[in-house]
C-alpha cells in the first residue's frame, strides 16, 4: 500500500483573535511586527496575519486567548477598531507529508508548490471559504467551523495513496 | 478563465474566488430624479461588445470590492483599480487606449 500524500491531523489547540482597524494599530497593540500585505508574522507561539486592508488575525495558544483580548480591548480603548474571539468558529488542519503541495493544489486555485513562507492566501478549497499558509512540512489551513467536516474529508480525499499530480 | 488582480491585496485571482458586481461608475438617481431615471438608474445596464468597467468583489480573499476594465470579447483585463473612484483613472484609461485607440472613457454609461 503506498504512502498518502500528505497526513491530515485536525489542530484544536489554536486560539484566534479577529482584529479590524487601522493595521498599525492594531500591531502595535498586539505587541508584534505588523505583517506585510498577505504576510504572517510569527513570534514565538504567537502570529499575526494580515486578512484585508483593515483586518488581522492573531493566533496564538488557545489558553492565551481571554487574556489576549482583554489585554487588546484595553489597548485600542477609543479607537475605531474591533477585537472578536473567533477561536470556536473556526476549523483548523494541518497537511504534513511530501504530497502536501499536490493536496493544496487539487482543491484550492493556488499555485500551492510556489507559496513562499510568511504567505498566508486566502482562497476557496472545492467550495468552501479558507486560508492556507506554510509551517514546517507542510501547509496549515484554516476554515469555518460549520464548513468544519467538508473541509476534513475534501483534505482526506485529496490525500488520498497514489493521486499525487505528477505523471506516472 | 478570467485572472484579475486584487488592487487592495495584489492577489492574482481567479474567476471563481471572486463575485461580479455589474456596471460600474453607476450614479445613484436621488430624490430629485423622475421616475424614468430610477428605473434607469435601477435595471438598465450596458452590456457592451468589447471595453467594459465592471465591479468584481474579492469574495473568497480580502472581501474588498474593486473595478476591473476588460474586454468582454477577447477577455483582455486592461487593469484594475480600487472601487472608491467615480471616473477610470488616468492609467486605466492608458492602459485600454494602447489597445482601443478610439475608446472613450466619458461615452461609459452613455446610451447608445
Redesign the interface.
Known amino acids: 500500500m503506498a504512502e498518502h500524500l500528505a497526513r491530515i491531523s485536525p489542530v484544536t489547540d489554536l486560539g484566534m483573535i479577529a482584529l479590524r482597524g487601522d493595521l498599525a494599530a492594531i500591531a502595535d497593540a498586539a505587541g508584534m511586527a505588523a505583517p506585510d ?2 504576510g504572517i508574522a510569527t513570534d514565538g507561539p504567537r502570529s499575526l496575519a ?4 483593515d ?1 488581522a488575525l492573531l493566533i496564538l495558544p488557545a489558553p492565551q486567548t481571554p487574556e489576549a483580548v482583554e489585554a487588546l480591548t484595553l489597548a485600542l480603548d477609543g479607537q475605531h477598531a474591533l477585537v472578536a474571539d473567533v477561536s470556536d468558529a473556526r476549523a483548523v488542519f494541518d497537511v504534513i507529508g511530501p504530497g502536501a503541495a499536490d493536496v493544496i493544489a487539487k482543491l484550492a ?1 493556488v499555485d500551492a508548490a510556489a507559496m513562499p513562507q510568511g504567505h498566508l ?4 478549497m472545492a467550495q468552501v ?1 479558507t486560508a492556507i499558509w506554510r509551517i514546517e512540512g507542510g501547509f496549515r489551513v484554516i476554515g469555518f467551523r460549520s464548513t468544519g467536516d467538508y473541509l476534513g474529508l475534501i483534505l482526506r480525499n485529496a490525500a488520498i495513496a497514489g493521486s499525487g499530480l505528477a505523471p506516472r | 478563465m478570467l485572472i484579475l488582480t486584487c488592487p487592495h491585496c495584489g492577489i492574482q485571482a481567479e474567476e471563481t474566488e471572486l463575485h461580479n458586481g455589474g456596471e460600474a461608475h453607476l450614479k445613484r438617481v436621488g430624490p430629485d430624479g423622475s421616475d424614468e431615471e430610477f428605473e434607469g438608474y435601477m435595471f438598465a445596464r450596458r452590456n457592451p461588445r468589447g471595453v467594459h468597467l465592471e465591479r468584481w468583489r474579492h469574495a473568497y480573499g480580502c472581501g474588498k470590492w474593486f473595478i476591473a476594465a476588460r474586454c468582454t470579447v477577447t477577455l483582455q483585463v486592461f487593469g484594475t483599480y480600487a472601487a472608491q473612484t467615480t471616473t477610470p483613472p488616468d492609467h486605466i484609461v492608458q492602459a485600454v487606449r494602447a489597445a482601443r485607440p478610439d475608446w472613450n472613457p466619458t461615452e461609459e454609461g452613455a446610451s447608445e
Open positions: 500585505r498577505t494580515w486578512m484585508s486592508p483586518e486555485p492566501r486566502r482562497t476557496r471559504a
